[in-house]
Nanobody, 120 residues
Framework: QLQLVESGGGSVQAGGSLRLSCAGSGYPSMTAGINGMAWYRQAPGKERELVASITRAMTTKIADSVKGRFTISGDYAKITVDLQMNSLKPEDTGTYYC???????????WGQGTQVTVSS
Protein backbone atom coordinates (compact mmCIF):
# COMPACT_ATOMS: atom_id res chain seq x y z
CA GLN A 1 0.00 0.00 0.00
CA LEU A 2 1.33 3.41 -0.99
CA GLN A 3 0.76 6.08 1.65
CA LEU A 4 0.20 9.64 0.46
CA VAL A 5 0.50 12.62 2.78
CA GLU A 6 -0.59 16.06 1.67
CA SER A 7 0.25 19.45 3.12
CA GLY A 8 -0.07 23.12 2.29
CA GLY A 9 -3.80 23.85 2.27
CA GLY A 10 -5.28 26.85 4.01
CA SER A 11 -7.33 30.01 3.67
CA VAL A 12 -6.38 32.94 1.48
CA GLN A 13 -7.99 35.94 -0.08
CA ALA A 14 -8.70 36.10 -3.78
CA GLY A 15 -5.54 36.80 -5.73
CA GLY A 16 -3.37 35.01 -3.22
CA SER A 17 -1.20 31.93 -3.63
CA LEU A 18 -0.84 28.52 -2.02
CA ARG A 19 1.45 25.59 -2.66
CA LEU A 20 0.24 22.06 -2.05
CA SER A 21 2.68 19.21 -1.54
CA CYS A 22 2.17 15.47 -1.55
CA ALA A 23 4.67 12.79 -0.62
CA GLY A 24 4.24 9.09 -1.22
CA SER A 25 5.92 6.34 0.72
CA GLY A 26 5.98 2.58 0.30
CA TYR A 27 8.05 -0.37 -0.76
CA PRO A 28 10.45 0.37 -3.64
CA SER A 29 8.73 -2.24 -5.79
CA MET A 30 5.52 -0.30 -5.37
CA THR A 31 6.88 3.19 -5.92
CA ALA A 32 8.68 2.02 -9.06
CA GLY A 33 5.30 1.23 -10.56
CA ILE A 34 3.99 4.77 -10.18
CA ASN A 35 3.79 6.42 -13.60
CA GLY A 36 1.08 9.00 -12.98
CA MET A 37 0.62 11.66 -10.31
CA ALA A 38 -2.20 14.15 -10.17
CA TRP A 39 -4.15 16.66 -8.15
CA TYR A 40 -7.93 16.55 -8.00
CA ARG A 41 -10.37 18.81 -6.21
CA GLN A 42 -13.91 18.54 -4.99
CA ALA A 43 -16.12 21.48 -4.16
CA PRO A 44 -19.17 21.04 -1.92
CA GLY A 45 -22.00 19.45 -3.86
CA LYS A 46 -19.84 18.81 -6.89
CA GLU A 47 -18.01 15.84 -8.32
CA ARG A 48 -14.28 15.40 -7.95
CA GLU A 49 -12.45 16.91 -10.92
CA LEU A 50 -8.95 16.58 -12.28
CA VAL A 51 -6.95 19.78 -11.79
CA ALA A 52 -3.51 18.82 -13.03
CA SER A 53 -1.46 15.75 -13.80
CA ILE A 54 2.12 14.81 -14.55
CA THR A 55 3.47 11.58 -16.00
CA ARG A 56 6.81 9.95 -15.39
CA ALA A 57 7.85 11.37 -18.77
CA MET A 58 7.09 14.82 -17.29
CA THR A 59 4.12 15.39 -19.56
CA THR A 60 1.73 17.73 -17.80
CA LYS A 61 -1.93 18.55 -18.27
CA ILE A 62 -3.73 21.42 -16.63
CA ALA A 63 -7.49 21.89 -16.47
CA ASP A 64 -8.76 24.80 -18.53
CA SER A 65 -10.30 26.38 -15.42
CA VAL A 66 -6.88 26.83 -13.81
CA LYS A 67 -4.60 27.10 -16.83
CA GLY A 68 -2.16 29.97 -16.51
CA ARG A 69 -2.63 30.09 -12.74
CA PHE A 70 -1.71 26.60 -11.48
CA THR A 71 1.49 24.67 -12.11
CA ILE A 72 2.20 21.03 -11.30
CA SER A 73 5.64 19.63 -10.64
CA GLY A 74 6.72 16.17 -9.66
CA ASP A 75 9.70 14.08 -8.71
CA TYR A 76 9.32 10.40 -9.50
CA ALA A 77 12.55 9.51 -7.74
CA LYS A 78 11.17 10.91 -4.49
CA ILE A 79 7.49 10.22 -5.30
CA THR A 80 6.45 13.77 -4.59
CA VAL A 81 4.09 16.05 -6.45
CA ASP A 82 3.40 19.72 -5.84
CA LEU A 83 0.73 22.11 -7.03
CA GLN A 84 1.56 25.81 -7.13
CA MET A 85 -1.63 27.83 -7.14
CA ASN A 86 -1.48 31.52 -8.00
CA SER A 87 -4.15 34.17 -8.57
CA LEU A 88 -6.60 32.10 -6.57
CA LYS A 89 -10.31 32.67 -7.05
CA PRO A 90 -13.25 31.88 -4.75
CA GLU A 91 -14.30 29.16 -7.20
CA ASP A 92 -11.03 27.36 -6.46
CA THR A 93 -12.35 26.58 -2.99
CA GLY A 94 -12.60 22.88 -2.22
CA THR A 95 -10.84 19.84 -0.90
CA TYR A 96 -7.75 19.00 -2.91
CA TYR A 97 -6.62 15.40 -3.24
CA CYS A 98 -3.32 14.01 -4.37
CA UNK A 99 -3.51 10.82 -6.41
CA UNK A 100 -0.95 8.38 -7.78
CA UNK A 101 -1.13 5.23 -9.86
CA UNK A 102 0.22 3.17 -12.70
CA UNK A 103 -1.09 5.84 -15.05
CA UNK A 104 -3.10 9.05 -14.95
CA UNK A 105 -6.14 7.04 -16.01
CA UNK A 106 -5.60 4.54 -13.21
CA UNK A 107 -5.16 6.42 -9.96
CA UNK A 108 -5.03 3.80 -7.23
CA UNK A 109 -3.81 5.71 -4.22
CA TRP A 110 -5.23 8.84 -2.66
CA GLY A 111 -4.20 11.31 -0.03
CA GLN A 112 -6.50 12.32 2.80
CA GLY A 113 -7.35 15.64 1.21
CA THR A 114 -6.40 19.17 2.16
CA GLN A 115 -8.82 22.09 2.35
CA VAL A 116 -8.33 25.21 0.27
CA THR A 117 -10.60 28.16 0.98
CA VAL A 118 -10.45 31.35 -1.09
CA SER A 119 -12.43 34.31 0.13
CA SER A 120 -13.48 37.26 -1.99
Amino acid sequence: QLQLVESGGGSVQAGGSLRLSCAGSGYPSMTAGINGMAWYRQAPGKERELVASITRAMTTKIADSVKGRFTISGDYAKITVDLQMNSLKPEDTGTYYCGMGISIANIEYWGQGTQVTVSS
